[in-house]
Structure formats: structure tokens, C-alpha cells
């Protein structure tokens, strides 16, 4: 039934691998250089074209279909330029507004309605699937730009919410409000406007806007599907909207369709592999079958990350790999060095990692760490040039985020014999396992006070970073991923398999 | 929600819990709460021991309650769904920047005008070459450079700026090499139609204009106008120089375009270098759509640029060669030019205030978008409307102004003698024509014609801006085309039955159609404001 005898994923990324760095695109790294036997091909989602490869790609990756979402004239050409001139003229033509009324505005109303009531399920998937279909013949930006569109959202839009409680008036959406919304939706449904590489197995690393690949070859192919998350796609996205920054209907359009994506991701995927047990706490509520979720937690190269001493001579030194934006609450992390330096006068906090994310954040940092007088003892040093250095540099590492699946850097830590102060969010207590101090998070006098405490406890610090390494070493390295992930693919891709594997075929889906 | 016999929170803890969740976030669903807390450090345990509820999520939906209840009662949204600070400039700069995009377009005529009141061997042949060339630079380098504004903004606006720096490279490129094309077959036609001196130059001054117009429009588009400034600065300064030391005038002109020319390049070309070498840095993966697709995209303002330019230069060749001296297929009529000139002057406050025009259209339209509901569509196309209205009638006020405005200066001006002493300068000329507007039929004439045609050309553009701001340039691309064609034919039968100086008229009556047609396609758009809004690139 399979020609070849090497298997190919899609490996879907959102803003990840290979354009971006941090711990989802190590992850993607790690999985495609280790798994060389397996041939991967990577359909990336990027903000803009301008996207620039932070890997050395290795050479089972067979290809990259790179969909930047705004930021192209022409999206499906971008993605997809193997399509001829003439092809592309020929979809032009046949996006009449006949065959926008006839064909797309049905699929529309239902994928709107969909959103409102917030389903995900199976059935709306083929409504995607459909729209895939309608745009492997026409052409996106004439049926997205069309009046007959725009007058169906207005439409859909403007009808009475039966909403409990009813809506406030600040929830009524201005003109404003429904003009980005559409043009949102035009854009984060791009995948839709290419064709999807024929693979035996999707993967995504999101359950976000990159699932529709596998939403729409499920349905297309039967191709099986496999959703890992890091951090739970739908929550990040509540907490990087909550802010305010657009108007609480645009906000609730975003969140909504955040929403839809994680439905559909889990209602689609064969394995659903959390990197955390924490997780589950978002996926089953959002509709993840019990029986599907798996939890694979993120591996660690523990001959890379090892113990070695620290350099002779050094001040009492707490290190933090992290990138410097506010998931990651530097300012807590700024106030409890005030803290731990009243107990310990000489300690040094360094933090390793992007300053570019956030800047105006980054000069709020500054500004802070100026305002109480931390020049001598806080420092933000930018990227490190080699992390597995990185820890060893201190006695200790801290981690002060507000959010996070399970942080590579307190594994990375505990490896490298350092143990680590770190705030209880996501799978951090779950895998420290009581091998490191965990605090509240936003509360600098308990991180400070865990800190120093820490630093003045010589035996402490011993035992724990003893214990933290057998840890790493019994349940988190690299190769038990690995294997974890091999198998799934073999389960589900029986062309994986070696002869004679028993060999069980991907989860149909169930086509009432 | 809550498990009976659990509702042990005090109430005061949620409501304070609740007003701190609602400073931080926008409260959208019992998911948007629950992050809150969950972000506050708020765990399980917390949601049991501290505040009664079986778990975060179930707090989360008490919380939610309470801060829909605070919302109700007037409290207000964290952070702002204002329209973001947009960075404005102001009026005053923005007026400015108007007349500095104008500005190069009138500095050749007004050298012309200038050049004919100098003592330095300027002779009608000479202007006759300085204009054609003028004409022809501006026809073959009109739509790369409105390509360049076009798409090199649209990728800037896209925060591509390496697609932006790539694309205006090429078009920059294309347009030097269709300069080149001028250069080459424009000498030979040139050569066959005029004498050999008079095609030479006008051939020079075609190619450096056309180089001159491209760098400036990269500069336009990078928002440098400091350096399209300086690049004026020494044109000007080139040409007073050499015309202070004794070289002849038509060379002085011609060194001076060379010099505005070489520094805008090497500005433009410069910086664009630059933020390609800054942006490229191991970008491996921003591409442009195809050739074929980017010209489909750039199509109607390629075809917009030439046509424009085409019809603005029509009304002289029309002109010109219903009286040429028989030597010539068409000659420079110097109380033609004057009128022109002049005329073209007063556009240029006018042009400036169109900048503004445009950027006060374009905050309008965000302020009304924010303003009214998805049901008061009609009256939200219909404020628009109205301020469109308005800034016609601005617009229309402004260059009934400064028509007027120009006329006395020009005049008080001739009268001081700054073109020369009206009679032997008359004398010299080719067939004797004043050159102050209030002497002679043909200068007053052709300036008041061409006013009003400038006037209505000013209109015209007005709708050029808003309809391509929306991304519809086709019904502009059409009315144009229109009005040179019908400017033409009016002005051609003018002129061979009335006299040379009628084709200003058929400037007019072309202008009247574009203003009309354009007019009638914006009406049109603003009718459907809305969609087009949302439509729009």
C-alpha cells in the first residue's frame, strides 16, 4: 500500500522550527535529527516572509512548505509556487460571484455558526476540509475581498448573541471590530489556500492555526494525526489577549478562534501528547479524549548537560535561562534579588536569553533594576553562546514565569547539578517532583527568601543537585522521547514499523 | 457552579479578587478568568482553602460573575481599546512634506521661465528641448515610479521591509533600463525630427530627468525628504553656480538636473543597499510573488503614471505643432509656456494640501470605524461622505486662492522685470509673444485655462488618492485615459481653427472629464464605504 519504506511526517510548526529559536524549536530539532531514519517535511507558519532559519537543517527533512500569514500579495502562490500562471489566472476566473454565493458562502455560515457556539468537533472539521476543497480551485484573495462575504459576515454578526448573561454594550462590536475580524479570519485560515503535502503522518507541535494540515488531510487522506503541546495553545492565547489591547469583541473573535483550533485539534488527533500532565487540565474540558492524551515529556541531552564545578572565585551566583518578556515575569525575578540580597550581600543574578522579544519590557526591566539599586547584582547578559555552560556559571537557577508547559531550563538545571528555585506553574512541580523549591508566582519575597535560603544551605544544594541529576537521568532524557515518539509514529504509520511489528492502524475517523 | 454547602468564600475576598482580576484583564469568559487566576498564582489548593470553590475553574466562573456584575455598574475595561496612538505628524509637517513631493516637478519650468529671462544664449530651441525632454522623462519614468510608491509601501505597511527594499529595487531597475531605451531610440527619433543640438539635449535631458524622477520617488517612498530636499537644493545650487560663471545656460540646466540626479541615486540606491544588508542578514525565506503576478499587481499604476504624465505634457504637443516654424514637427511657444507655468505654480500649494487631504481621510475613516455599529453602516458611509464633501470644498478653496495669489505675484513680478524688459526680450523671441500675464492674448489666456484645468486636475487627484488608498485604482486608470484622449481632441480642434493657445482649453475640458469620471467612481466606493474599507490592500 506504501511505496516507500521510509515514512514521512509533516511536521507542522506555528512561529517555532525553523525560524524562531526557544525551547518548542529545540524540541522540533531534536526530534528530526534523532528520528533520522524518519523523513520529515516541515509546513511552518510564520508572522511574515521574513523568516530566517536558526537550524542546520538535517537531511531527513525533505522540504519546507513556509506560509507566512500576512505580509504576501499573493498567499497560495507564496506557499505553494509550484502552480503555473495560467492555473492561477484560471482560479481567478472561476471566482465569480456566482461561485462565491453558490459555493462558499454556504461553508462560511456554517464555519461562522461553528465559532458562535462554539463547536470543534469532527463535523465542523469537514466544513474546513470543504473550504479546503473550494480553494484548491479558486482564488483566496478575490473570494476573502468579495462584497457578498463581507455583507454574510456583517450579517451573521450583527444577529442577537443568546447569550447568558446578555452581552454588555462595551461587547457590541463597532464597524472597527468586524472589519479585523474578517480580515483575521482571511489570514489565520491560509493554510486552507495550499495544498498539503501527501505525508503518512501529521504532526503538529500547536494545537493552533498549523492543525489544519492535519485536520484537512485527516479528512482528505485519512492521514493519522498527532497534536503535542507545550504550552496549551488556547490558554497562551487567552493570556497574551487578556490585556486589552483590542476591544473586548475583538478579543472574544481571537479567543474564539483560538478556541475552534484547539476543538478541532483535539477532536482530530489520534495521540494527543501533552509535554506535561498539566496540561490535561485545558485539554480535557476543550473536548481531548482521556483515552487519546499521552503525556511524552520533553528529553534532555544529558551527556551535554552535565555536572561539572563552577568556575573558582565566583560570587554567590543565581543564573536564569529565559527570554526576556513578561510570561516570564522578570520584574518578580528583579524584585526578589532585592530580597535574597539582603541575606546573601554578594549574590549575582544572571539572566541568559533574547532581549529582542520585548523590548519596551526589557527597558521596564532596566528600569526596575536601577530603581533598587541592583546594578551590581542583577544583570541581563543576552543570549548565552553555549547553554550547557550556562548553568554551570551559577550555584543555583531560578525561574520566575507566570506560565509555562514544563521549562526545558529546570531540566537543563537539574542535569547539570544545579538546583533549581522555581515558581509552581504548569508541569514544574510535576517534574521537579520535590527535587527543587517551588514558590508561588508574582511574589518576590518568597522566590527571594527560597533563593537565599538556598544559597546559604551548602548541604542542601548537595543533595538536591545529586538527587536532581538521577532524576533527569532515570525519566527525562532525550532518548526516552525519542522512543516515545517513534512508537506513536510506528502505532499509527504502520509503514514505520519493522516487519513483523504488530501493527494497528490509525483511529478512522468515525463518519456518521 | 459552586457545591452547596461550599459557599464559605467571603464575599469580600471575591469581590476584591474579582476587581484585581478585572485590572489586569478583560474579562471575556469564565477561561479568560480562569488564566487570570491561574497567572496570579491562584492554584487548586488556593481555589479550595482561600476562597471555597472546588477548583480554578469553578472560582473562575464566581469570579467572572462578579466582575461582569462591576462592568455593569460602570467599572471600567483594563487597558485601552482606544485606537492606538497612531504617530502623527503634524498639520504643518505633513503640509510640508506636500510641497517637498511636489516641489521637484515645477523646479524645471521654473528654470525655463528663469533660464528665458537670463542673458546667457537660452534660446526658444533650447526650451523647446528642456520641455519635450521634460515631457518624455516623466512619461516613461511616471509608472515605475507610482509602482514604486505603491508596492514599496504596501510591503512597508506589511512590516516587509526587505520585500519593500527588494521590490523598489526592481522597479528602480526596470525604470533605468527603460531610461536607457529612451535614451537610445529617443536620440534617433529626435534626430530625425529636430536639429541635431536641440534632439541632443532634449535626449540628455530626458534620461537625467527620468533618473532623477526614480531615485526621488525611492526617496519618497523611504520617507526621506530631507534628501529629495537636498537633492533640489543642489540642483538649484549647481545651475546658479554655473550660470554665475559664465556657462551657457541650456549646459547649466543640463549639469544641474546631472547633479540632483547622481546625489538622489546614490541617496536612494544607498539607502536601499543599506537595509538590505542590515535586513538581509541570513534572511533565506522572504520572496516576492512572481514577476508575472507583481506586474498584474502593479499594472494600473504603471499604466496610471505614464497616462497621467502623457496627458499633463498633451495639451503643449497639441499646442506647439499647430504653429511650428517649418523646421520643427513642434516648437516651444514662449507665452504659451509662461501662462502654463504659472498656472502650474498655483497647483503646487494645492498639491501639498493634498497630502494632508489624504492623511486626514485616512484618520477619519479609523475614527469613524470605532465610532459606529455594524447597523449604523449607512450613516457611517454617509459621514465620510460629507468629509469628502468638505475637503473638496477645501481643496477648491485653496486653489481658487492661490491662482489668484500667483496671478498678482507673477505680475508684479513681470512688472519688476525678473523675466526681462518686456519688449527687447519680445523682440528676440520667436514669434514675439509677451511673457507677463497681463500683456498680450495668449499668456493670460493659457494661465487662467490652465488654472482652472490644474484646479480641476487637483479634484481629480483628490478622488486618485482616496480610490487607490482603497485599493481601487481601476475607474482612475480609465478616467485618465479619458481625459487625454478627450483633452486631446477638444484641443486639437481648438488650436487648428481658433489658434495655437485654445489647446489650453482642451487641458481644461480633459481635466473636467478626470475630475468628473474619478469623481463619480469615488461617490460610488464612499456609497459602500464599509466594504471597501475592509476590502481594501
Known amino acids: 500500500m506504501q511505496v516507500s519504506q521510509r515514512p514521512t511526517v509533516l511536521l507542522c510548526t506555528e512561529g517555532t522550527y525553523p525560524y524562531a529559536g526557544g525551547g518548542v524549536s529545540r524540541w522540533c530539532d531534536v526530534l528530526c535529527t534523532e528520528l533520522a531514519d524518519i523523513d520529515f517535511v516541515l509546513y511552518a507558519l510564520t508572522g511574515v516572509p521574513e523568516a530566517s532559519a536558526r537550524f542546520a537543517l538535517p537531511t531527513n527533512v525533505r522540504g519546507i512548505v513556509h506560509l507566512p500569514l500576512w505580509g504576501t500579495q499573493e498567499p497560495g502562490e507564496y506557499a505553494f509556487p509550484g502552480a503555473t500562471f495560467r492555473e492561477l489566472l484560471s482560479r481567478r476566473r472561476r471566482t465569480s460571484r456566482l461561485a462565491i454565493e453558490q459555493s462558499f458562502l454556504p461553508i462560511l455560515g456554517q464555519l461562522l455558526a461553528a465559532i458562535r457556539e462554539g463547536r470543534g468537533d469532527v463535523e465542523v472539521g469537514r466544513v474546513l476540509h470543504g473550504m479546503w476543497r473550494y480553494f484548491q480551485r479558486h482564488d483566496w484573495n478575490r473570494t476573502w475581498r468579495s462584497a457578498s462575504v463581507w455583507e454574510a459576515f456583517i450579517a451573521q454578526a450583527s444577529r442577537p448573541v443568546e447569550q447568558d448573561p446578555a452581552p454588555l454594550a462595551h461587547e457590541r462590536p463597532h464597524l472597527h471590530d468586524l472589519t479585523a475580524a474578517l480580515r483575521w479570519l482571511a489570514h489565520f485560515l491560509l493554510p486552507l489556500a495550499v495544498p498539503i503535502p501527501r505525508a503518512d503522518l501529521v504532526h503538529t507541535t500547536v494545537a493552533g492555526f498549523a492543525a489544519l494540515a492535519g485536520i484537512v488531510a485527516k479528512h482528505e487522506h485519512g492521514t493519522p494525526f498527532v497534536v503535542t503541546e507545550h504550552g496549551v495553545f488556547v490558554r497562551e492565547r487567552y493570556m497574551s489577549l487578556a490585556d486589552g489591547e483590542f476591544s473586548p469583541f475583538a478579543t472574544r473573535f481571537l479567543v474564539d478562534l483560538a478556541s475552534l483550533m484547539a476543538r478541532l485539534s483535539y477532536a482530530h488527533a489520534d495521540v494527543v501528547a501533552p509535554v506535561a500532565g498539566f496540561n490535561r487540565r485545558w485539554e480535557l474540558p476543550y473536548g481531548a479524549d482521556p483515552r487519546h492524551i499521552e503525556v511524552i515529556y520533553s528529553g534532555i541531552d544529558t551527556t551535554l548537560f552535565r555536572p561539572r564545578p563552577k568556575p573558582a572565585g565566583a560570587r554567590p551566583t543565581v543564573v536564569a535561562a529565559a527570554r526576556v518578556f513578561p510570561l516570564k515575569d522578570i520584574e518578580t525575578m528583579i524584585r526578589a534579588a532585592a530580597v535574597a540580597r539582603a541575606a546573601v550581600p554578594d549574590v549575582q543574578f544572571i539572566v541568559y536569553g533574547s532581549l529582542e522579544v520585548d523590548p519596551p519590557y526589557v527597558e521596564r526591566c532596566r528600569a526596575l533594576i536601577g530603581e533598587l539599586g541592583l546594578e551590581e547584582s542583577f544583570r541581563l547578559a543576552g543570549p548565552h553562546a553555549s547553554p550547557p555552560d550556562l548553568y554551570i556559571e551559577g550555584d543555583i537557577s531560578v525561574l520566575s514565569s507566570i506560565s509555562e508547559g514544563v521549562p526545558y531550563a529546570v531540566l537543563e538545571s537539574l542535569s547539570c547539578g544545579r538546583p533549581v528555585v522555581a515558581t509552581d506553574v504548569g508541569g514544574v512541580a510535576e517534574v521537579l517532583g520535590g527535587l527543587g523549591i517551588v514558590v508561588p508566582p508574582r511574589n518576590p519575597m518568597a522566590l527571594g527568601e527560597a533563593v537565599a535560603a538556598l544559597l546559604t544551605d551548602g548541604e542542601l544544594r548537595r543533595e538536591l543537585a545529586h538527587r536532581g541529576r538521577e532524576l533527569v537521568e532515570a525519566r527525562f532524557r532525550t532518548e526516552y522521547t525519542i522512543a516515545a515518539y517513534r512508537d506513536v509514529y510506528c502505532r499509527l504509520a504502520p509503514v514505520a514499523a519493522e516487519p513483523g511489528d504488530a501493527r494497528v492502524a490509525a483511529t478512522p475517523l468515525a463518519m456518521p | ?537
Open chain 2, 1 to 537: 457552579m459552586t457545591p452547596p454547602g461550599r459557599r464559605a468564600g467571603p464575599a469580600s475576598a471575591l469581590d476584591a479578587l474579582a476587581a484585581e482580576v478585572l485590572r489586569d484583564v478583560v474579562p471575556i469568559d469564565r477561561w479568560a478568568v480562569a488564566v487570570a487566576l491561574e497567572t496570579r498564582g491562584i492554584r487548586d489548593a488556593d481555589a479550595v482553602h482561600r476562597y471555597g470553590h472546588r477548583d480554578v475553574f469553578a472560582l473562575a466562573d464566581e469570579i467572572h460573575l462578579r466582575c461582569r456584575r462591576l462592568l455593569a455598574d460602570g467599572a471600567p475595561l483594563a487597558g485601552s481599546s482606544a485606537p492606538p496612538a497612531t504617530g502623527r505628524r503634524p498639520l504643518w509637517r505633513q503640509y510640508l512634506q506636500g510641497l517637498l513631493a511636489a516641489l521637484p516637478m515645477v523646479v524645471p519650468l521654473v528654470a525655463v521661465l528663469l533660464g528665458l529671462g537670463a542673458s546667457g544664449g537660452f534660446t526658444d530651441a533650447h526650451a523647446t528641448a528642456l520641455v519635450l525632454g521634460m515631457a518624455l522623462s516623466f512619461v516613461v519614468a511616471g509608472g515605475p515610479m507610482q509602482a514604486i510608491g505603491r508596492l514599496g509601501s504596501y510591503y512597508r505597511g506589511q512590516g516587509s521591509d526587505v520585500l519593500a527594499t527588494r521590490v523598489a529595487g526592481g522597479v528602480l531597475r526596470v525604470g533605468l533600463a527603460l531610461a536607457a531605451a529612451l535614451a537610445w531610440y529617443g536620440l534617433n527619433l529626435a534626430l530625425g525630427l529636430f536639429p541635431h543640438e536641440t534632439a541632443l539635449a532634449s535626449s540628455l535631458y530626458s534620461v537625467t530627468l527620468a533618473v532623477l524622477w526614480l531615485a526621488l520617488a525611492i526617496l519618497h517612498m523611504l520617507e526621506h525628504y530631507g534628501l529629495i530636499l537636498l537633492s533640489v537644493a543642489a540642483w538649484v545650487a549647481t545651475y546658479v553656480l554655473l550660470a554665475a560663471i559664465g556657462v551657457p545656460i541650456v549646459l547649466a540646466q543640463g549639469l544641474g538636473i546631472a547633479a540632483a540626479a547622481v546625489l538622489a541615486l546614490v541617496a536612494g540606491v544607498g539607502r536601499l543597499l543599506w537595509r538590505a544588508r542590515g535586513l538581509d542578514d541570513g534572511v533565506v525565506h522572504a520572496r516576492l510573488p512572481r514577476g508575472a503576478l507583481l506586474v498584474r499587481a502593479a499594472a494600473p499604476y504603471l499604466a496610471f503614471g505614464a497616462l497621467y504624465f502623457g496627458f499633463l505634457f498633451a495639451d503643449r504637443i497639441v499646442g506647439w505643432s499647430a504653429a511650428a516654424p517649418p523646421e520643427y514637427p513642434l516648437f516651444f511657444r514662449r507665452a504659451y509656456e509662461t501662462g502654463l507655468s504659472f498656472a502650474l505654480v498655483s497647483l503646487v500649494p494645492t498639491l501639498a494640501l493634498l497630502h494632508v487631504t489624504m492623511h486626514a481621510f485616512t484618520a477619519r475613516c479609523a475614527a469613524a470605524q470605532r465610532r459606529f455599529r455594524p447597523e449604523e453602516r449607512l450613516a457611517h458611509n454617509r459621514s465620510l461622505e460629507r468629509f469628502y464633501v468638505g475637503g473638496l470644498a477645501l481643496v477648491s478653496g485653496v486653489a481658487m486662492t492661490s491662482v489668484a495669489l500667483t496671478y498678482v505675484i507673477a505680475r508684479e513680478l513681470g512688472a519688476a522685470g525678473l523675466f526681462g524688459p518686456t519688449g527687447t526680450r519680445a523682440a528676440s523671441g520667436a514669434l514675439g509673444a509677451t511673457q507677463v500675464l497681463d500683456a498680450g492674448v495668449v499668456a493670460p489666456f493659457v494661465f487662467w485655462w490652465s488654472a482652472l484645468a490644474y484646479a480641476l486636475l487637483a479634484w481629480g487627484l483628490l478622488n486618485a488618492g482616496i480610490l487607490f488608498s482603497l485599493s481601487r485604482p481601476a475607474p482612475v486608470v480609465w478616467a485618465i485615459a479619458a481625459a487625454g484622449i478627450g483633452g486631446s481632441a477638444v484641443g486639437f480642434g481648438l488650436s487648428r481653427n481658433l489658434g495655437y493657445w485654445y489647446s489650453a482649453a482642451g487641458l481644461a475640458a480633459g481635466a473636467f472629464v478626470f475630475a468628473l469620471a474619478s469623481a463619480a467612481a469615488v461617490i460610488h466606493v464612499l456609497r459602500r464605504l464599509d466594504y471597501h474599507l475592509y476590502a481594501a490592500e
